[in-house]
């Protein structure tokens, strides 16, 4: 009996040290702290007038964080000197913001702190907050607001700055690319929706920029711009929708370069098309040249023979309707490039897709002769060709089957370059599917305005298949390669067969696009799908 007492006295002293290790520290379970923290008070009180010190106090209920201040923080009228934010990486309870600008007067201030604001612990943010003061004697009450679409995509980029330039005595159009705007406001990374809040009453110019540099300029080469066609007055009761897009960039041709012998790389920015490059050097009668597109960069190159003993090269520049420029390019003797075939074309072709060939020297000579093309019965099979010079590509049109396969044989000397070198023997075979293993579809457009052009598209919107429609009818794909196609149709209202950008400068939207839900394509399998536009 006492030494079973013993055990059970035993027994609850070492029950006892286990609860008390159990007890130290915080206890699990319970629920989850989900609350943001609380302000206690804000010194200068927020929403103050006359407004004069250059420091400002918001005081928490708990310990926070701050996290991505440099995407969340928008400050409305912009500072040229950023202020100066703590904490930014240790937890307290307390925001402190050190004004480093001199202050307009008569002006309200709104710091958009975003999410940036959270709790130490759960990470639970203290939503959209704002700080607002006036250096004057009232704080500015008004708001515009509005929504952001992209002109190419189903949906915007995130983070877009939206902004106001006041219209006064100092306004022009290009102010967007030099100064910030009055007031500014940003999407953030989860509405698409925008308000300018705290403006006062006036004309305003209304511009959205996806901003790359975050100098809230407008940069043509990087940024995405919308704007609103005309003025705006404040007070309004309207919501605007700003269309995003990516200008053409304006025109402008880079330093030429010599790349190897007699090849000159003359880059540019733009639409190169209509871009013309003349020698002024004098040269030798028996001179000769050519001018490709460099596949691989923003560069038109000009080849040249014959081989000339000088130090430089003048050439003229031009492009309708008004850019000329002059370039000097230092020319030293250099090994030339020799010519290499390489097939465009892959293993497998479509029935009515052409097989392509190209060098990448440009080529001069082609000798029809010393090419042979055979199908898997080792039938001959004629060819027609087409020479694309710009591109330097060769196109072999030729009738093809289903479940087939061809050999083609290129023998020496078939091509010859600017520079008199020859191919070497080539052979190269492809293959077409059996008509079971392509899918197809009909589109029936219902209240359509023509002409349009219909896309389909891959998840990343780059085009797989094209049709420049003008007139009503049921519109065919064919030959389809089984996949899940996004459709996109482009309102062509200039009828140019091609997407036209917008131009701020020239108060020009980009052409209308319209998205409808994407189809699936199936193998040895036709679906038809209506349109309708409204």
Known sequence: MKKTISNFVLALLVGAVFVNCANRGTPDGGPKDELPPIIIKSSPENYSTNFEGNEIEITFDEYIKIKDIQKQLIISPPMEYQPDITPLSAASKKVVIKINDTLAPNTTYAFNFGNSITDNNEGNPYPYYRYVFSTGSYIDSLKVTGSIVDAMKTKPETFINVGLYEVNTTFTDSIIFKEKPKYITNTLDSVTTFSIENVKPGKYLLVALKDGNGDNKFQQKTDQIAFHKNLIDVPTDTTYTLKLFNEEPDFTATRPKLLSGEKIAFGYEGDYRGMAIKIVSDTPEDFNYRITKDPKTDSLLYWYTPRMKVDSLLFKVTKPIDYEED???????????????????????????????TANTPITKFDASKISLIDKDSLDISFKTEFDTLNNTYDFDFEKTEDNSYKMQILPEAFTDIFDYKNDTIQVSVKTKKASDYGYVRFTLVNATYPIIIQLTDKDGKVKYENFITEEGPVDFLDLNPAIYLIRIIHDVNGNNKYDTGSYLEKRQPEKISHFPDVEIRADWGIEEMLEFK
């Not at 230092?330 to 097989?355: A, C, H, M, Y």
């Open 327 to 357: 370039f000097t390019v230092r020319i030293s003797e250099q090994k030339r490039d020799s010519i290499r075939l390489n097939v465009l074309s892959g293993s497998t072709i479509g029935l009515k897709e052409p097989f392509q060939i």
